[in-house]
């Protein structure tokens, strides 16, 4: 069956840092990948998804950049955090119409 | 602008009883709807999902699908305290299969 890992699961990063979060699905090949973000009193918004390796597409406008440079890997990154960029990292893919999500990453920007 | 429409909550129902959770869209040509349960400080979990108008049974869980009203809702029979969680409502509006427009979700407090 199909797992989803995301590390790490909790980071607190100053305004103006860098981030890297990772995302790996095992048991499964040339799989869709997608990045939510779950902020603070709003619901889940999709950032970025994916359809194969170097292929990505952007939802959102931000300061976020997504990469996916092997068939199972999808990363989401900044060169500079903001405050807003706070919130709760979420992975996913699909299987059959549906969605699944990782365990997520929790980013608390300071 | 694709919206998706939920009560926040809380909704507090006592141990046993029908959770009636709600949820509305504003696409007519939406045509995937999903139900998540997020328990606090984890990830969604898919729990349902309808695609046609009428009633879909999954144990406690039936999903109600009405398109012309552009309504869909999430009934648990017996509601369990393990059921307290936050769900969310999602529609797939068109474009790749994991591109849903998500509510902001209702709480929902089962009490022994």
């Known amino acids: 069956s199909q797992t989803i890992h995301q590390w790490p699961a909790t980071l607190v990063q100053p305004v103006g840092s860098p981030l890297s979060l990772e995302c790996t699905v095992e048991?499964?090949?040339?799989?869709?990948l997608y990045w939510y973000r779950q902020a603070a009193g709003r619901g889940l918004q999709l950032l970025f998804y994916?359809?194969?390796?170097?292929?990505i597409s952007s939802e959102v406008p931000q300061n976020l950049s997504a990469s996916r440079p092997q068939d199972r890997q999808f990363i989401l990154s900044s060169k500079k955090l903001l405050l807003s960029d706070s919130g709760f990292y979420l992975c996913a893919w699909t299987q059959g119409g549906e969605l699944f999500f990782g365990e997520g990453s929790r980013l608390t920007v300071l | 602008q694709k919206e998706v429409e939920q009560n926040s909550g809380p909704l507090s129902v006592p141990e046993g009883a029908i959770a009636s959770l709600n949820c509305t869209y504003s696409?007519?040509?939406?045509?995937?709807f999903f139900w998540y349960r997020q328990y606090s400080g984890k990830s969604p979990e898919l729990i349902m999902f309808i695609y046609s108008n009428g009633d879909k049974e999954d144990g406690r869980f039936t999903a109600q699908l009405n398109k012309a009203s552009q309504y869909v809702s999430l009934l648990i029979r017996d509601s369990q305290p393990s059921d307290s969680a936050t769900y969310l409502c999602?529609?797939?509006?068109?474009?790749?299969?994991?591109?849903?427009?998500f509510g902001k979700g209702t709480k929902l407090s089962v009490k022994p």
């Open positions: 999602a529609v797939h509006y068109g474009g790749s299969q994991g591109n849903l427009i």
């Open positions: 048991g499964t090949s040339n799989p869709n």
């Open positions: 696409d007519r040509g939406s045509q995937s």
């Open positions: 994916s359809v194969g390796i170097g292929q």
